[in-house]
């Protein structure tokens, strides 16, 4: 399945960015849950566009309406469908697209795979917009993991290469980051960057060894988000530079409970959470989208072709790209939450699952520390 | 499934590295096909232990015997399973170790997640071990892509944060990064490094959108192998310090082929193969089982507590992770290359393996050029 | 995931009976598709409620509305999502049933298993209305297969335990049937049946040994119909009061084609297709909602009660389910034709997917001659 | 993934007939738990070849040998891994079957499937031999099962039409179905026969609606079993000529819990557990290999041929199938019982793992009534 993800939760997207509408539909999202609709509606607009400088023009309300799953306002424990209607498209600006594919976008491929029938309006289905269905998946799931005291926050790192110096969210950018942005969108060009996602009160234990951890489910969900090149956990590739007795984190007792005294595998060990916060980063690659003038191929022709891509895109997608980082590392860890670990003592069946067990992190400090 | 991977090659490993045997289970895997069981050993020796200064002295054989899927050394189209019989352990050498948890291994997750069951000798199922059945079937996966001209292939960009010049194999490996190896090894400590992966001759469209790409499949596998703790695709995270203009693959015509002028994106745009080379990195930790004492604790006392990790290991795993690195590719590749895209046209349903078609990359130059 | 089946076609159901709508998404379906949309909407009407004298008088148009994956009437190789609306909805009648189950109903297993938190209006999600929504995926799995030469066909063998003598349709229903429905009625009760479906064009060869077969497959499926409580192929239950001799089928040669001169498997051999037609029939429990007075508890007083189950009910859901079964069946066979078999021949991969060989099967003659 | 079953708890077999040896995979079991391996014996003993006058002559000792998941006699939470050697094989006996396609068998597909490739001594993959590591898995999870009160125990209920009046265990048949036998094998025929598997102790809400219902998973498991072509739950078939008002189970009050008057649904209601026993009934085809002469075809002449199966045959299979019936169904019941069902409440998650919930059935008498 392309369009899915997940064990026990199981999210599937749907929708092109010009298609009457997109959505989700999210299977196995815990019973009798009575979403705070109004906190989610401003998860949502964290993501949306048109919100800043930095951001395309194109507005979308991104009000979800549920579908199924919703009774008198509290899960039911059936799927939950979400849609979002595509309002203000701009279908006419992408007809030239079909024949030329743009450089750094999947339109090439995509049109192989799809016998040339895909539909190239926005992206279709490989469009940043189909990131709107996943906040809602995520958002859900970010309300019930903070409930149970499991906190997923993700920041900018870094913008174009310069580091981004202070904790920022999502409503601000320090000011080199803003430089690099501003001179990108002037000369028609656009940059990339960090992110980092720290996940805090996860029990240790969650995961599996070998091809179930829980760095091979997140990084399997992250990367199916558009213009994601590179995914690390803790120290990740700095971690190659180091010798073992500098990336080993040692393991001590604090108020009578296993921590580690450093967190620089990012809380994970074998594919498994040791207590400690979860830190992964992830690498944003540059908008493709660009006003410049770029080389790329008539496909009916067969012959050389300049392309300007015009339309609403943004210089920089990273800051929109934050609460997408969120949405995603948190239904990949509610998901994990609802695994079990079954274990046999006493004459009798103990099926555990993390949900039941109490985070054990403690430190919140800088990773590789 | 934890021990799992694949969609439609789904490949099943099993074993501790103590434990009688570990092996593989390969279902999917094209029928008729006479696999070169002499080629099939000289790959696995490629990863063995004992074969190289920088390895650990645990000898095996690392022969693998093939219980079914061949029938008159021809497979025969249904699961094959292999096993390696575990010979050369010293299972003493690990008891002190349930009580007192390895800082940077897995011990102290897995023995939350199994209640104290888990099999402490060796690591058991999360031991590096686990690797040689991979190789089984991703050795035989090689053998089918180059058949088909498709060549999986990695290399050691760095140890210890020291760039490796020249593209090495197994064999060699330059003078610094020897150094490196000895250094660590003299002080009782260990280094990590970068490993490439470069696979020539995919055709594009291979993959999907979304959560059944390329990237997602391939990373989903490779945080399998122990100790990867990263994984990039083209530029990685490199791209996020670039500009569009200087990270987008421009298209070109040559020899009627579309191909990119440059290969920025390791031959994958959005989750999909785009007929150039594919190029993903991953970070190998330094071994975290080093001759150092390290600060641990007594799980028992629930106190401080001393640790020299005794026994045989490897002051760097990464030459031995190369052959590694290449069989769970080839996996996946295969895996991906068995999908097949379905069109309809001329009213009849055309269901197009990607196998079915041809690679068309050409440039197998640097990345990033 | 409880609510999708399928493996290279992936279909997803969602809603409940009184949700604002009900709807599915279609993953993996070929691209490139004219969906004949009103053939598609005269399909859907064959299930849909208030056409008949035996049907239940609630109303729906049963419009799907297409909200992705087509472009230009076309299908563009991405999830497909459509939805119908719920209109006539009361839900005012089922206040009663949260607190006193149905007896035949899922209604207390699902409130065990939600907490309580279930929609038990109309029955929620694991109402026969969720039918539509498969009927939606598989009338246009009906109009691809049609298009290849594949006919899947349905049709009551008995209603009430009376054997329905002639190759009936939707439309018709023969006398004893029509009284044994209209004396149900009449009594407040309510009668069963039995469903045959065959399919016709298929290629020898398709599924799979063991649990990948057509029968798992097919089954796994069938029993996702409302009210199903029995499937089998071929002579199925019959088979097993049969000597060997009378069940074997004996191949044959006919036009230079391997046929069996029998098809007493209905057209499958451990888990494959055999190239004759694919015959199989499913128990369909009577329905378990009827006007009598039946015995059931007050959850909330955990003491005996009495319960007339009042709404629009059908008393035979029968007819209404022969197009759900040829639904549910074409989707899977669509499923099923796009796995591919992959063999190794000359020196090369050759995936041969089931939809470019064409069907063998050649008598369509009564199962078990 | 053709060889394997199961969520949580994910069965892979291996293996063909005269390969080297079987094999069964478990991925998923509880760790900590001490297998009885006498009594796993013991039942393995219950399916072995040789032990009855009805059975085949060939003779294996069907013991298994535990590769992994097993340290100091403890299951240790990784993948279990257990083979059979194939010892007593003549694989002369077979070269004629790869011409001459076995009525009955599912040699033609096979052969189809694999362009030839297949395994054709002793029928391969697709013997039944198959089902003795499926009885290693299902033994195991019996006897998990047994220690937490859960029993699953299956019974003859008819063989070759002749119905089987007293609740028969493996060692003894009665007259009617032994002389049955007996006059088959004297024919050179074979005969089938109907098994019914009794699981109590079940607690309600198991399962889920639509697709990944118990239905569902266990009908997608036992057709995996060969010669399976039908299976019903509770009253099946015979529900289909019923009434409503003679069909449903009422619901009824007794020591404080809610049970069901009768258990014609078996205990089963859409997908998901009553806490009734869950009844369930397979048909087994007669044994298609048979000593009569019998039609079949040259696959290289492409011309009719006669064909008498030589080697050892069971003439009726059904006694030997009663304990793989009894794995398949724990196997699959374990696996629901580690699912868990996610609620919300009190500001919380409550991953409420079906395990921990203590069955409620009481009634075990005959079903129907």
Redesign the interface.
């Given at each position: 399945?392309?369009?899915?993800?997940g064990k026990?939760l199981?999210v599937?997207?749907?929708?092109?960015s010009h298609?009457?509408?997109?959505?989700v539909?999210i299977?196995?999202?815990?019973?009798?849950?009575?979403p705070d609709l109004a906190a989610l509606q401003a998860f949502l607009d964290r993501r949306a566009p048109g919100r800043a400088a930095h951001a395309t023009a194109r507005r979308e309300a991104d009000a979800p309406?549920?579908?199924?799953?919703?009774?008198d306002g509290?899960?039911?424990?059936?799927?939950?469908?979400a849609?979002i209607r595509n309002g203000d498209t701009r279908s006419g600006d992408y007809a030239e697209l079909r024949d030329k594919?743009r450089?750094?976008?999947?339109d090439?491929?995509?049109a192989?795979?799809?016998?040339?029938?895909?539909?190239i309006?926005g992206g279709?289905?490989?469009s940043g917009r189909?990131t709107a269905p996943l906040c809602i998946a995520g958002g859900l799931c970010l309300q019930?993991l903070a409930?149970?005291g499991i906190f997923v926050r993700a920041r900018i790192c870094?913008i174009?290469?310069t580091l981004v110096g202070t904790d920022v969210d999502e409503a601000g950018l320090d000011e080199p980051a803003r430089a690099a942005i501003a001179a990108?969108r002037a000369?028609g060009?656009?940059?990339?960057?960090?992110i980092e996602c720290v996940a805090e009160g996860l029990p240790?234990?969650m995961?599996?060894?070998?091809?179930?951890?829980m760095?091979?489910?997140l990084?399997?969900?992250l990367?199916?988000i558009?213009a994601?090149?590179?995914?690390?956990?803790?120290?990740?590739?700095?971690?190659?530079?180091?010798?073992?007795?500098?990336?080993?984190?040692?393991?001590?007792?604090e108020d009578?409970r296993?921590l580690?005294?450093t967190n620089r595998?990012?809380g994970l060990?074998?594919?498994?959470?040791?207590?400690m916060p979860l830190v992964l980063r992830v690498?944003?690659?540059?908008?493709?989208?660009?006003a410049?003038e770029?080389?790329?191929?008539s496909?009916s022709a067969?012959?050389?072709a300049k392309l300007a891509v015009r339309g609403r895109h943004d210089p920089c997608i990273v800051p929109r790209a934050v609460p997408v980082v969120e949405a995603v590392v948190a239904t990949v860890l509610l998901d994990a939450?609802?695994d079990?670990?079954?274990?046999?003592?006493d004459?009798?069946?103990?099926?555990?699952?993390?949900?039941?067990r109490r985070g054990a992190s403690c430190r919140t400090g800088p990773v590789g520390v």
């Open positions: 399945m392309s369009s899915s993800f026990n199981v599937t997207v749907f929708g092109e298609s009457a509408a997109i959505g539909v299977d196995g999202f815990p019973a009798g849950f009575v309406e549920f579908l199924s799953g919703l009774c509290r899960t039911c424990g059936t799927p939950i469908a849609i594919p450089p750094g976008h999947a090439y491929p995509m192989v795979r799809t016998g040339g029938a895909n539909d309006r279709g289905h490989s189909l019930v409930a149970r870094a174009a290469g990108a000369a060009d656009s940059v990339g960057g960090v240790a234990g995961g599996a060894p070998m091809f179930g951890g760095e091979n489910r990084s399997e969900a990367f199916g558009p994601v090149k590179g995914v690390e956990f803790g120290n990740g590739f700095a971690a190659a530079a180091l010798r073992g007795s500098a990336n080993n984190d040692a393991w001590i007792i009578g296993v580690a005294k595998h990012g060990l074998g594919g498994m959470t040791t207590g690498a944003i690659k540059p908008t493709p989208s660009i410049l770029q080389d790329t191929v496909l067969m012959e050389p939450l609802l079990a670990s079954a274990t046999f003592a004459g009798d069946i103990h099926v555990r699952p993390f949900a039941t």
